[in-house]
């Protein structure tokens, strides 16, 4: 029994699961994003919140046919990425390398800012905008990590953890600046709805589901079957054995940027035709799928995956029982599994490089 | 004849600790050159410094290019290529998955050409491709970590302590493959304790004690000199 005498009935248990499970579709998202940026670069992705803000609110912006600020930090980090590149590189600086340099990190982002400046007067529609949103973020991520963690590669697990804090709370700054205070809303990628028996499903919760079909499947198939891919693994399974064969490990370190950066954005972009966001929702969010990716160990992609879903429909089942505890009973999950994993595992010192 | 590699005047600290102190050698092609030495005189110190995982002191020239401020990457790219002594195999990745990232910055095709080559040289390697790298014996380890390096197609291969607690016809097996590498045009740097078989498939030799150079000469000579034959050849040695 609850408020109103509201008892769970099939109906309500179906919906409550259906809810879990889109919601735990997205955390299985980023907690995979999570595991695979730790795995590679030893960073504990806090910022993974922003890129979902950014994401959403950024695409929101577009579609209500604004130009989004996150446009032009993703230029003034480029700028600022491309100055640490030269000063990196200035004892072997070739043509090569510069106009490599420039590329990535000026003419990316100044095409990207003069699409967003651009576009949407014209209201380009929804497949446009997502598209520029990916890309905003994208740039951001990978700027990020050249400016703030690839500096930073050879320290320890703890001075990444540090400097992941300070860029979450830089760019939730710049969040509050671009966007504001007041929450916004997306338009939904498709408006068609079905109904199975006693379950309807809208066209968001049909996307939600096939697009983390489609990003887990197109990951299993780049770590499985490409070159890049599996230098990436590579890389998180032994840095050195994988600098020894010629993989840098600065790439590998943005490459997972990159592709945890999109993975956030695509993430957000999901979620804020359901949900408003603010411009501080997203480190809530990224927290979940932080908690599934701590079951999984920061390693087992199938076990964060399927913890995911379970933190989502864990979720959605105190949101019913005890909406005001909700997020409590959440983020308590993870207690019980951090102590069976320390009486799992012998105390082990950090790995020295 | 230009050397392959030539390393000057090189000294490589571990903080105030000199391991390694105003070292010369060269490298010439097809040849296999070894430095042999006891546990601790600076070996392995040397190699990592010349492959750059250490910074070093000095001038270190590889093919007419100057790689000693370069980073292991590029080092790897200019054709250089090391097994180091724990190997640094991808454990939980396939035998052949660790060696198609051997060939991480060489085109596809020449990859395929390099994995016949390392399946012919390792038959062994060819019937274990699908197991994964961390399930191998000590010995097939090492076959693997040679043939990862070997995909690659360097000009010079660096080699460290590769018969490490490996069973005495392992070893053989390994220092006839590295016999039959200098045929097939790879010049071979090779670090050992194993003093006797080192001696026996190299071209020249460097004896080196507490981090500097005290002998150097053709294999032969080294193998017949009477220090050398006390200090490293004499019964009491362990292999």
């Known amino acids: ?353 | 004849m230009s050397a392959l590699l030539q390393v000057s005047d090189v000294s490589v600290s571990y903080g105030k600790v000199e391991a390694v102190r105003d070292v010369t050698l060269e490298v010439r092609a097809r040849e296999i050159v070894t430095v042999i030495g006891a546990n601790g005189a600076g070996k392995t110190t040397l190699l990592n410094a010349t492959m750059g995982i250490f910074p070093l002191k000095g001038r270190v020239v590889f093919d007419g290019v100057d790689i000693a401020s370069l980073d292991i990457e590029d080092r790897v790219a200019a054709g250089l290529s090391l097994v180091p002594e724990h190997r640094e195999l991808f454990a939980t990745m396939t035998v052949e998955d660790n060696l198609e990232l051997g060939a991480f910055r060489i085109a596809k095709a020449t990859a395929a050409q390099s994995q016949e080559r390392v399946y012919g040289l390792f038959p062994r390697l060819k019937e274990r491709r699908k197991q994964l790298a961390g399930t191998l014996s000590g010995g097939e380890q090492q076959m693997l970590a040679m043939g990862r390096a070997l995909m690659g197609a360097p000009k010079l291969l660096m080699l460290d302590e590769p018969s490490l607690g490996l069973a005495p016809i392992i070893v053989a097996d390994i220092f006839r493959i590295i016999g039959e590498l200098r045929a097939a045009g790879v010049s071979v740097l090779l670090v050992e304790q194993n003093a006797k078989a080192a001696l026996q498939i190299a071209d020249r030799a460097y004896v080196m004690e507490l981090g500097e150079f005290v002998l150097d000469g053709p294999a032969s000579d080294i193998a017949a000199n009477e220090q050398v034959v006390a200090s490293y050849l004499g019964f009491s040695h362990p292999a």
């Open chain 1, 1 to 353: 029994m609850r408020e109103g005498g509201v008892r769970l009935n099939t109906t309500i248990l179906l919906f409550l699961l259906q809810d879990g499970i889109t919601n735990g579709a997205i955390y299985a998202l980023l907690g995979l994003a999570l595991v695979l940026v730790f795995a590679v670069t030893r960073v504990i992705l806090i910022p993974q919140g922003e890129f979902i803000t950014f994401g959403a609110l950024t695409y929101a912006t577009l579609s209500a046919g604004g130009v989004p600020g996150t446009a032009s930090l993703a230029m003034v980090m480029g700028i600022v990425a491309f100055g640490f590149e030269l000063f990196s590189t200035r004892k072997s600086l070739r043509a090569a390398k510069v106009l490599r340099a420039a590329a990535i990190y000026l003419v990316f982002p100044a095409v990207v800012l003069a699409l967003a400046t651009l576009l949407p007067a014209t209201r380009p529609g929804v497949a446009v905008n997502i598209a520029l949103s990916l890309a905003i973020v994208a740039a951001i991520g990978l700027f990020l990590y050249r400016i703030a963690f690839q500096p930073l590669a050879h320290t320890s697990v703890l001075v990444l953890l540090i400097a992941s804090v300070g860029t979450h709370l830089a760019l939730q700054g710049f969040g509050l600046v671009f966007f504001g205070a007041e929450g916004l809303r997306g338009p939904p990628l498709s408006d068609a709805a079905v109904t199975l028996g006693p379950l309807r499903f809208t066209g968001q919760s049909i996307a939600v589901y096939s697009i983390t079909i489609v990003v887990m499947a197109g990951l299993w198939l780049f770590f499985g079957y490409t070159r890049m891919g599996k230098a990436l693994r590579a890389t998180a399974v032994n840095r050195l054995g994988a600098r020894l064969v010629g993989i840098r490990t600065s790439l590998s370190g943005q490459l997972a940027f990159l592709l945890a950066s999109v993975i956030g954005a695509i993430s957000g972009i999901l979620i804020v035709p359901i949900t408003t966001l603010y411009y501080d929702t997203g480190f809530l969010i990224g927290l979940k799928g932080f908690v599934a990716a701590i079951i999984g160990g920061l390693v087992s992609y199938p076990l964060t995956a399927f913890a995911a879903i379970v933190v989502g429909v864990v979720e959605a089942f105190s949101s019913f029982y005890a909406s005001n505890y909700k997020e409590v009973i959440v983020f308590t999950l993870i207690l019980p599994v951090l102590v069976l994993r320390s009486l799992a595992a012998p105390a082990v010192e950090e790995e020295k490089d």
